[in-house]
T-cell receptor, first 111, second 110 residues
Framework: GQQVMQIPQYQHVQEGEDFTTYCNSS?????IQWYKQRPGGHPVFLIQ?????EVKKQKRLTFQFGEAKKNSSLHITATQTTDVGTYFC???????????FGTGTRLTIIP | EPEVTQTPSHQVTQMGQEVILRCVPI?????FYWYRQILGQKVEFLVS????????KSEIFDDQFSVERPDGSNFTLKIRSTKLEDSAMYFC????????FGSGTRLTVV
């Protein structure tokens, strides 16, 4: 079945440094979504990417979807303590209605 | 902002007992889902529900599990004869093209 992997599993950064997490799917995706989960919380939807090569920005967050629609990345510029949490990518295949979540990257910030 | 509501927030049950987890999805959403997350692990798909029937289910969603939409607002997940390995956080979600997740029910099977 479809598998979605993320690297790194953990990332510790100094406040103000940049952060990137990478997501790879074993199959071509219809779309990819990104979610943030704070410690003890639930996944919160950040963005959906649909088109090959798409790039979207939300303030300090930049999301990319690969040309082959099998990989994606999330880049955060100048991290802040509020960015702490686990970032999950989640891919949707064609003709189905389920998201396959990635393994997640847990971001911690050193003040 | 519309929310997905889940009850209870925490449920402790004896192994072998049945549990029902409840969800109230966002009212104008048509697609509903159950996911689970074992502590510290990734979020796993269980089942999707559309037009009053299951549209897709995972290998995890075996005969032990069932879902219902008993009225116009509630969406329930029933787990019959719970096992220790069913202990997890269960999330309900609704929507399409970006899901809204509820705050979850932590199920502990003892």
């Amino acid at each position: 079945g479809q598998q979605v992997m993320q690297i790194p599993q953990y990332q510790h950064v100094q406040e103000g440094e940049d952060f990137t997490t990478y997501c790879n799917s074993s199959t071509t995706l219809s779309n990819i979504q990104w979610y943030k989960q704070r410690p003890g919380g639930h996944p919160v939807f950040l963005i959906q990417l649909v088109k090959s090569g798409e790039v979207k920005k939300q303030k300090r967050l930049t999301f990319q979807f690969g040309e082959a629609k099998k990989n994606s990345s999330l880049h955060i510029t100048a991290t802040q303590t509020t960015d702490v949490g686990t970032y999950f990518c989640a891919g949707e295949g064609f003709g189905n209605e389920k998201l396959t979540f990635g393994t997640g990257t847990r971001l911690t910030i050193i003040p | 902002e519309p929310e997905v509501t889940q009850t209870p927030s925490h449920q402790v049950t004896q192994m072998g007992q049945e549990v029902i987890l409840r969800c109230v999805p966002i009212s104008n959403h048509l697609y509903f889902y159950w996911y689970r997350q074992i502590l510290g692990q990734k979020v796993e798909f269980l089942v999707s529900f559309y037009n009053n029937e299951i549209s897709e289910k995972s290998e995890i969603f075996d005969d032990q599990f069932s879902v219902e939409r008993p009225d116009g607002s509630n969406f329930t997940l029933k787990i019959r004869s719970t096992k220790l390995e069913d202990s997890a956080m269960y999330f309900c979600a609704s929507g399409r093209g970006g899901y809204t997740f509820g705050s979850g029910t932590r199920l502990t099977v003892v």
